[in-house]
């Protein structure tokens, strides 16, 4: 055992290898980022980064903080309680994720590793899809911020909702929530009857009358068309003139 690395670089082999079964990737995250932890942790200082959520859900922010107070542990696992003695919320993860921060011999602990390797591996997401901006930025600003002021709002709405084709011209109905829901449904409602009707027509469409499971049958073309073929001459011509 000790000619391989000793028993603790063994079973680091073995997580690693047991991480591909049942698409358990996770647990390989840490050792492609690991290098840059430091790195990241100074980013997501206040004094370099200040990320913000852009809802009321900063689940992954709290998550953030809670990696940086122990930020300088070096055990294996790490408090699962925040300051206030709250566990750490972080539901916003995926199975595999809290299945691999979660040691079920350690209760009330976070695997730090992985833990950190899920906080920004979230953060990450966040940022990209704008649930957390970073002030002061462009690229990563407050989507919030851009918005229209609502009395702006107010004076375009009737021609806005005109041009988009929510509302007839001088139609004076007030547009709100219930408004929207229900003129979007009318319209599944329409795109639905219309299908319906044009199924026994619809050659291409076959739905299984056991399972329900509709299915389109292999287009097939009719030939190349006449402008295809004159693009493909035009095409071989210009190779041919090429010295």
Not at 22 to 33: A, D, E, K, R
Not at 186 to 208: Q, S, T
């Amino acid at each position: 055992m000790d000619g391989f690395g000793g028993f603790a670089k063994q079973y680091e082999q073995i997580e690693k290898v047991s991480a591909h079964h049942g698409n358990f990737w996770v647990l390989l995250l840490y050792g492609q980022i690991g290098r840059d932890r430091a790195v990241m942790f100074d980013l997501a200082d206040n004094d370099k980064l200040k990320f913000t959520v852009t809802s009321e859900d900063s689940r992954v922010l709290d998550a953030l903080a809670h990696a940086q107070r122990h930020q300088a542990a070096r055990g294996d696992y790490i408090t699962a309680f925040n300051e206030e003695g709250k566990e750490v919320d972080i539901s916003f993860a995926t199975q595999n994720w809290r299945k691999a921060v979660v040691d079920k011999t350690r209760t009330g602990q976070f695997v730090r590793k992985h833990f950190e390797a899920m906080v920004f591996t979230a953060l990450a997401e966040e940022l990209r899809t704008g649930d957390v901006a970073v002030v002061g930025s462009e690229e990563y600003a407050d989507w919030s911020e851009q918005l229209l002021a609502w009395e702006v709002v107010q004076e375009t709405l009737g021609s806005y909702l005109v041009e988009v084709g929510l509302a007839e011209q001088g139609e004076s109905a007030e547009f709100d929530a219930k408004f929207f829901r229900r003129q979007l449904e009318d319209k599944l409602r329409g795109a639905a009857a219309a299908a319906d009707a044009g199924y026994p027509e619809n050659d291409g469409l076959v739905i299984d009358p056991e399972t329900g499971i509709p299915s389109l049958k292999a287009f097939r073309a009719d030939g190349q068309r006449p402008s295809a073929k004159r693009l493909e001459q035009e095409i071989r011509r210009g190779c041919r003139s090429v010295p």
